[in-house]
């Protein structure tokens, strides 16, 4: 196999011959560009160039091999740098934590905010903008947060609250919390160990940790890093276009192991996160590739279509090229044939009470098995539509319009949770559990890893214990409407559903 020099490799930085070192060996992807699931920019901004620590905090092991088997014509040959480039070329800036030095642990962190702040201090610019980006102008995420302050407490005195039990049930599967880890892609931006660090934290403690379609690692991977072989999984899909990459994702995820399969759909299409956005321009400018030339469209100058130009705004762009957008209720069947039966369903990110009802009316036409188990109210974290109601004002509103859904679905919230007092106003309200996403991200940073995401979730505990201990109560099961003021949350309720398809079908026949 041929040597390739720095100089050699230099000289091959365009579409029209684009070279690469990743894991030693020099690969010509100059042909692959315009298939790269993640489109042509963001192989092109790393054209010439070692890309090894970026491709591995974005890829799981093993996508190397899988699309460059041995013997491949694609790869070139091994790199060797000359002596006096000192047996290196310069990398790019890397996607994976800074090298910061750890000034804190884990044990400095009083409240999951300060891991937030302590993860802007020691991700990498393009790491902290992925994680932290939400759509437009960000208010939902933020109002995500700042809608729990619309709910008041109403305490009791009197009570025996010497011991508290937070113990609770995920679809019957028993977890020592009300709170489970969202599926929330490329950990391994944050720590090398990514999702298998989250999944000890989690077993650590006894709780369920789902884990995303675009983990930085293969399922089975991540499942390996269970502390005792009960710990529960769930999986996020994302159909793709090409089903038949999906029923192979899904077989091998049976075959691993897993509760429920974490359908989502409030994301057809990835929003527009600008920040992230922003940083990856920033990185094509530094690498000296600008969509080769903003004056000449790039199908011009590479032959790649719009579509392959569109994707490179991002890390949130990129992972969902190849994404489905055209799913509809009757793909609940298919999704059902694929499973075990004791392998649940849960459709995340449902965002008005009509589809919850919807979800809970849907059966088997051949066994006429109810097919979704639980729901998942979510916005995506503020990340697809901008101006989207937050979760727990649609759980508000399910309590007032469909309380019958309740006894007939599991129903969890996420987006926003930062105190265990959240965490207890939510199921005041009628959620079985709550999760957490950015929070388990940031927690991993600068070095923290395991620990990290521990003692997050341990801050979640204590608080959770505090608040229900100042309540007056010393169960989960306790908790009911009468322990909060939900006033100021009621009047931002959305119309009686049934009252507005009434008022829709009125107002389209008067414009007739």
């Known amino acids: 196999m041929r040597v390739v020099s720095a100089a050699e490799l230099a000289d091959h930085r365009s579409s029209k011959s684009c070279w690469v070192v990743l894991h030693g060996a020099v690969y010509d992807l100059t042909s692959f560009l315009p298939h790269h699931p993640g489109g042509a920019r963001a192989i092109l901004t790393r054209a010439g160039k070692d890309a090894t620590k970026e491709f591995d905090a974005l890829h799981a092991p093993g996508t190397l091999e899988e699309a460059f088997p041995p013997g491949d014509q694609n790869v070139l040959g091994t790199f060797v740098a000359a002596e006096a480039d000192g047996g290196n070329i310069p990398a790019p800036a890397t ?53 729990f302050a619309r709910v008041l ?131 094509a ?96 974290g503020g990340r697809a539509l901008e101006g989207a109601s937050p979760p727990l004002l649609l759980l508000a509103e399910l309590r007032k319009y469909a309380p019958q859904t309740f006894s007939k679905l599991e129903v969890y919230i996420d987006g926003g949770i930062r105190r265990g007092t959240d965490v207890v106003k939510a199921l005041c309200l009628g959620a079985t559990q709550v999760g957490i996403g950015r929070p388990a991200l940031f927690a991993l940073a600068g070095g923290f890893g395991a620990d990290g995401v521990y003692r997050a979730i341990q801050i979640l505990r204590e608080e959770i214990e505090t608040a229900m201990r100042l309540l007056g109560v010393t169960s989960l099961d306790q908790l009911g409407l009468k322990y909060v003021n939900t006033t100021q949350l009621d009047m931002l309720l959305g119309p009686d559903p049934i009252q507005l398809e009434k008022d829709s079908e009125a107002f389209a026949k008067a414009r007739l």
């Open 95 to 147: 996607a994976a934590a800074a090298t910061t030095e750890i000034k804190e642990s884990p044990a400095d962190m009083i409240n999951l905010n300060d891991f937030e702040k302590h993860a802007e201090r020691t991700l990498s610019e393009k790491a902290w903008a992925y994680y932290f980006s939400a759509s437009d102008d960000m208010r939902t995420k933020i109002y995500n947060n700042e809608i």
């Open 153 to 283: 407490f109403r305490p009791r005195v009197f009570r025996d609250v010497g011991t508290v039990d937070t113990t609770s049930a995920l679809l019957r599967v028993k977890t020592t919390l009300p709170v489970f880890v969202c599926p929330a892609a490329l950990a391994r931006l944050a720590h090398d160990d990514g999702e298998k660090a989250i999944a000890r934290a989690a077993g650590r403690h006894g709780v369920l940790q789902m884990i995303s379609n675009n983990a930085s690692l293969t399922y089975t991977d991540i499942v390996s890093a269970r502390v005792r072989d009960d710990q529960p999984f769930a999986f996020q899909l994302y159909v793709q276009n090409d089903r038949k990459k999906s029923e192979k994702q899904l077989a091998e995820v049976v075959r691993a192991g897993c509760v429920a399969v974490v359908l989502t759909l409030d994301a057809p299409a990835p929003g527009k996160r600008e920040l992230d956005e922003r940083v990856a321009r920033a990185e």
């Open 285 to 380: 400018r530094a690498s000296g590739f600008e969509e080769e030339d903003e004056s000449e469209p790039l199908s011009a100058s590479s032959g790649l279509g719009g579509k392959e130009r569109a994707a490179g705004g991002g890390i949130g762009k990129t992972l969902f090229q190849g994404t489905a957008a055209d799913l509809v209720w009757p793909d609940l069947i298919w999704l059902r044939d694929q499973l075990a039966p004791s392998v649940k369903i849960i459709l995340k990110g449902l965002q008005t009470v009509e589809d919850v009802v919807l979800a809970s009316q849907q059966t088997h036409p051949r066994t006429h098995a109810q097919l979704v188990d639980g729901v998942l109210l979510s916005n995506h």
